[in-house]
């Protein structure tokens, strides 16, 4: 009997004694037949023009999960095309060629690699190089790829968090039940760029912060994207000089305002320990396997914590309200003063930062001071010009109006 139902067995078999069986069983259920096979040509012949022109294509691979589910994402870098995959199942390995990415299920083992097999179609456009960009490893396996070249990055990368004291080192003995059960792991990947340079990238592991924090509590303010196109339109309407500036290690420069702690295990800690040991080594403990772990509390704000988009734009907001600059009331990433009779516009996404002014005096003499206020460590990366990149899009001036 189902709860709070007011329908019994008996109401049920009354039902059928009045309207009878159900028609549709009367009548027999029909199998579904399967439909004939859509055959659409894949490829066309390209105009000689285009092969001249594009007929030497770098195509970018990346693999994207949603909700578990693999998809294949290309763009080509000279003409911008993209276009996304699901990939398709490989019930068993063979050695025969397949048409197409062996991508599910996904890999079980830390060494276990996706198995790539090119499209067997044959086309007119030339052969393109291929980059995949799925070479973004764990440290521990990072350090057996790259060798000494990966320990270098990583080493300067840990490097700026100690020259910034980023970080607290704290004794295990001080630390709180729920100060340990909080701390945050830090995570450390090595990949290999297109120049062959090694570049690290150290986050925290921010999932624990989830749990008792709130979504209000970390969200930031961003531009909207109308609000960056209609910049655009002011910005080609009135002649003005643009630049864009992108801040490295931006969230560094921002105060951690609460207690967070990290900690640092491993491949990490030994890295660490090796910039400063009369600071780091009697901090250090060892877990039942011997792993060398170390608690540190963090003093600047870390990338990929809950809350660091939002400091670094109370930063960043203060200091243009600092330097004369008004927040716009209905976007809270742009700001505006009168410089010279004339208005001066700085709209920002997180760290990328564009300046538009009718004086190019004026968007140098921003630059300059983002640059003493930011770039001390680490120069910021600057360009501008009639035409320019922001924020994936290509900007284009030429044209007044």
Not at 151 to 162: G, M, S
Not at 279 to 305: A, F, H, I, N, S
Request: proline share 4%.
């Amino acid at each position: 009997m189902l709860p709070n139902c007011p329908i019994a067995k008996a109401d049920i078999i009354h039902a059928e004694e009045i309207l009878g069986p159900n028609l549709g069983s009367l009548k027999r259920k029909m199998m579904r037949t399967k439909p004939s096979r859509v055959i659409i040509g894949t490829y066309d012949k390209l105009p000689t023009g285009i092969l001249e022109k594009y007929g030497n294509v770098t195509l970018a691979v990346d693999i994207m999960y949603i909700n578990e589910i693999p998809f294949v994402m290309t763009t080509s870098r000279a003409i911008h095309f993209g276009t996304a995959d699901t990939g398709e199942a490989i019930e068993e390995e063979t050695n025969a060629p397949t048409h197409g990415y062996d991508l599910w299920p996904r890999p079980m083992k830390r060494n276990q690699r996706y198995n790539m097999v090119s499209m067997g179609h044959q086309s007119t456009i030339a052969k393109p190089h291929l980059h995949v960009m799925l070479n973004q490893v764990g440290i521990r396996e990072g350090l057996k790829m790259f060798g000494e070249k990966g320990n270098n990055t990583l080493l300067e990368e840990l490097n700026q968090l100690h020259k910034r004291d980023a970080l607290l080192p704290r004794k295990k003995e001080d630390m709180t039940y729920d100060e340990s059960k909080k701390a945050l792991r830090y995570l450390m990947f090595l990949k290999e760029k297109r120049d062959g340079t090694i570049k690290a990238r150290g986050c925290a592991d921010r999932r624990s912060q989830r749990e008792y924090t709130t979504k209000a509590e970390t969200s930031s303010p961003t531009i909207s994207l109308k609000a960056m196109m209609m910049s655009c339109e002011i910005d080609a309407r009135e002649g003005r000089h643009v630049a864009v500036t992108d801040i490295p290690g931006a969230f560094l420069h921002a105060d951690m305002e609460e207690d967070v702690h990290m900690l640092l295990e491993g491949t990490i800690a030994e890295q660490i320990m090796k910039l400063d040991p009369s600071l780091y080594r009697k901090y250090t403990w060892e877990d039942r396997k011997g792993k060398l772990m170390l608690y540190v509390k963090l003093k600047k704000v870390l990338y990929r914590t809950l809350q660091a988009a939002l400091l670094f734009w109370r930063l960043l907001s203060d200091t243009l309200v600092e330097w004369g600059f008004k927040l716009n009331e209905y976007d809270k990433c742009i700001a505006n003063k009168k410089i010279n009779g004339k208005q001066c516009t700085i709209l920002w996404h997180v760290y990328n930062l564009k300046i538009s002014h009718v004086d190019p005096k004026v968007v140098n003499d921003v630059v300059k001071k983002l640059e003493a206020k930011f770039g001390q460590e680490i120069p910021l990366v600057t360009s501008q010009g009639k035409t320019i990149e922001y924020l994936g899009m290509c900007i284009n001036y030429m044209e007044k109006g």
